[in-house]
């Protein structure tokens, strides 16, 4: 069951309602399944995420030598206070947060990250991939729903159905919610209005002359 966390909630008109939330079990998994970079860090970080390679900072000559034959890298750092949280540069908090390893991308293809053909800005490139991580790991990923007043004709019972919706929205910011609203789910609202509208009225009638 979706744990639902309300962040907007507004009625549409007399009959249809949206509601944006936090997305909390859809995040549980969505950060692994979708993380497209790996982690080589100590094995401490084991504590706090998964590690894909752990690495020894005493074997620095050995982890540089393998760092080089991966397409591209940068470090990564871990904050952990009430939380876990991941950069590629220095957290402003010494006390809870360090360098715990890198981030690496090993195979582009296979996470499907498309190359332009004159180069790449791979240190942008990862950058936003643990940005993104980041703000799964804070919990940053939210979901719709639509729902509808449904009346019983045989009680007169009202109830709320819900019709539509869709989870797994990363938010890097807050402030794009107002956009996920007015362009996707206000014009859904909109075409099951507009689809209600011509199946009450039917198709026109089209009057067929005598000549």
């Known amino acids: 069951m979706t744990d ?3 962040i907007v909630k507004q009625d549409y008109n007399d009959r249809y309602s949206y509601e944006v939330y936090h997305d909390d079990t859809y995040s549980d998994t ?4 979708h993380r497209a970079f790996q982690i080589w ?9 998964p590690v894909d390679l752990v690495i020894n900072p005493d074997q620095a000559e050995q982890v540089a030598e393998m760092l080089a034959e991966t397409t ?3 470090p990564l750092y871990l904050h952990a206070h009430s939380g ?3 950069s590629t540069s220095p957290f402003s908090d010494p006390f809870d947060s ?11 293809d296979a996470h499907g990250i498309s190359v332009d053909a004159m180069g790449h800005d791979w240190n942008a490139t990862i950058t936003g ?17 639509i729902r509808e007043k449904k009346t019983c004709s045989s009680c007169n019972h009202t ?5 539509d919706g869709v989870g797994g929205y990363v938010m890097m910011d807050y402030k794009a919610i107002d956009g996920l609203i007015n362009g996707e789910i206000i014009p859904n609202i909109e075409a099951m209005i507009k689809s209600e509208k011509e199946a009450e009225h039917g198709p026109e009638s089209v009057s067929i002359g005598d000549d």
């Open 30 to 33: 969505y950060a692994e399944e």
């Open 84 to 86: 876990v949280s991941v």
């Open 98 to 108: 360090g360098q715990c390893g890198f981030a690496v991308i090993v195979d582009p």
């Open 4 to 6: 639902w966390r309300e």
């Open 41 to 49: 860090a100590t094995v401490g970080t084991k504590r706090y995420l």
């Open 159 to 163: 109830s709320e159905e819900v019709v």
């Open 129 to 145: 991939l643990v940005k993104e991580y980041d703000a799964v790991l804070r919990g940053q990923v939210i979901g719709w729903v």
């Open 72 to 74: 591209a890298y940068l």
